[in-house]
């Protein structure tokens, strides 16, 4: 068990620019999550997939940023025409769907570290 | 709608000293209880979880949590406290469809010699 990998650790970029981010999560895990963590708040949740279809999105998410998630593996988030109130960390968290909806245990990656200037 | 509280952002304490962080919730619906531990510039570990049954729940490195419906509350304890508690601890609910999690602002442990 590998754990949840995401790619970049930190990105530094200028304010208009695009940025993508990348999330692995742990092998089998159908459910993925990405939540945004700015100074001294909790995460926040952005968005989630079942396998390749995403089943729910926050308000949070503005019609800037995109999430993926091909063939139910891996995961996108990508922020176009970045603002510096997007700075923030970027984490992402899978877990397996269990009977009847319990809630099992989300397991998070380190983050990604945005700073916009 | 589901919401969390962490009353305190920041508990300092004696090494060896128990402690204890405060977490409220509010919830429509049936809920799961988590607490989650962020070490600097790191992603969250789970501490503990509370699903169903025994109120009580133990977790890694010493903590435990109580589940009190009627107080809707789930208060994180550690009956002494080691250098390397020195985190940030956080609180979080999930009920309802997809089961994201709803995160409390987090409480600053900082353990002191």
């Known amino acids: 068990d590998t754990g949840v990998s995401q790619d970049p650790r930190h990105k530094i970029t200028k304010r208009g620019q695009n940025v993508t981010f990348r999330c692995d999560p742990i092998?089998?895990?159908?459910?993925l999550y990405w939540y945004r963590q700015t100074l001294g708040q909790g995460p926040e949740f952005l968005t989630y997939?079942?396998?390749?279809?995403?089943?729910?999105k926050s308000r949070l998410l503005s019609d800037r940023f995109s999430a993926e998630r091909p063939k139910g593996s891996f995961s996108t988030l990508e922020i176009q025409r970045t603002e510096q109130g997007d700075s923030a960390m970027y984490l992402c968290?899978?877990?397996?769907?269990?009977?009847?909806?319990?809630?099992?245990?989300?397991?998070f990656g380190p983050g990604t570290r945005l700073t916009v200037l | 709608a589901q919401s969390v509280t962490q009353l305190d952002s920041q508990v300092p304490v004696f090494e060896e000293a128990p402690v204890e962080l405060r977490c409220n919730y509010s919830s429509s619906v049936s809920v799961y209880l988590f607490w989650y531990v962020q070490y600097p510039n790191q992603g969250l570990q789970l501490l503990l979880k509370y699903l169903s049954g025994s109120t009580l729940v133990k977790g890694i490195n010493g903590f435990e949590a109580e589940f009190n419906k009627s107080q809707t509350s789930f208060h994180l304890r550690k009956p002494s406290v080691h250098i390397s508690d020195t985190a940030e601890y956080f609180c979080a609910v999930s009920g309802g469809g997809g089961n994201k999690l709803t995160f409390g602002t987090g409480t600053q442990l900082k353990v002191e010699l």
């Open positions: 997939f079942q396998n390749e279809a995403q089943l729910e």
């Open positions: 092998s089998e895990h159908n459910r």
């Open positions: 968290a899978s877990s397996p769907r269990l009977a009847g909806n319990v809630a099992d245990t989300q397991y």
